[in-house]
């Protein structure tokens, strides 16, 4: 197992709320990546964060942001919640360049 | 935008037999190329990896080749056991910047004793 944790282990919602899901990178990793898994699907990269700025970004609206803390610890915050943003959200913790280890997810549910 | 293809998106083999999944990407600028193994409600963990500089890794049963001509990269694993049931995903990366990895869309492999 990696050293990268996730939590909540589960989410549910309904449409317009507002979630912030949090992850803790491994010991030793700067960057955070974050990616969007829908159900029966390949994860899709939604951004990353190195020295706590955003440092490349996929093709997702405003309404997902993030933070990264000093400790490279990391959050996800999407807004407005729609019924599709329903999937299990991954994080995933490297060095600068390095091997992607991912956290064991988030999976949102929203009604 | 770098594009990634793979498949088949299920298979299915005899427990001892070997099984192979191919992957195609669009980029050639790509440089790195990791397999991961997700198992049911599971994270991606990460089972091999190659860089565009090696033709081919091997690590006990699973070996991964690339050729980068074709722009094709493929999995292959030899005497398939129960626990190699789970779905594969391959990606692919630029190794600079921000490390943004594109993945195929999974294979499903089922190993039946």
């Known amino acids: 197992e990696t050293g990268v944790t996730q939590s909540p282990t589960h989410l549910i919602k309904t449409r317009g709320q507002q979630v912030t899901l949090r992850c803790s990178s491994q010991?030793?990793?700067?960057?955070v990546s974050w990616y969007q898994q829908a159900l029966g699907q390949g994860p899709q990269f939604i951004f990353q964060?190195?020295?706590?700025?955003?440092?490349g970004r996929g093709n997702f609206p405003p309404r997902f942001s993030g933070l990264q803390f000093p400790n490279y610890s990391s959050e996800l915050n999407v807004n407005a919640l729609e019924l599709d943003d329903s999937a299990l959200y991954l994080c995933?913790?490297?060095?600068?360049?390095?091997?992607?280890?991912f956290g064991p997810g988030t999976r949102l549910l929203v009604l | 935008g770098e594009n990634v293809e793979q498949h088949p998106s299920t298979l299915s083999v005899q427990e001892g037999d070997s099984a192979v999944i191919k992957c195609t990407y669009s980029?050639?600028?790509?440089?790195?190329f990791p397999w991961y193994k997700q198992e049911l409600g599971k994270r991606p963990q990460l089972i091999i990896d190659?860089?565009?500089?090696?033709g081919e890794k091997k690590d006990q049963r699973i070996a991964v080749t690339l050729n980068k001509t074709a722009k094709h990269f493929s999995l292959h694993i030899t005497e398939t056991q129960p626990e190699d049931s789970a779905v594969y995903f391959c990606?692919?990366?630029?190794?600079?910047?921000?490390?943004?990895?594109?993945f195929g869309q999974g294979t499903r492999l089922t190993i039946n004793p």
């Open positions: 995933a913790s490297s060095p600068r360049g390095g091997t992607q280890y």
């Open positions: 010991s030793g990793h700067n960057t």
């Open positions: 964060y190195y020295r706590e700025e955003e440092n």
């Open positions: 980029d050639s600028a790509s440089n790195y």
């Open positions: 190659i860089r565009s500089n090696v």
């Open positions: 990606a692919a990366t630029i190794i600079q910047g921000a490390q943004k990895l594109v």
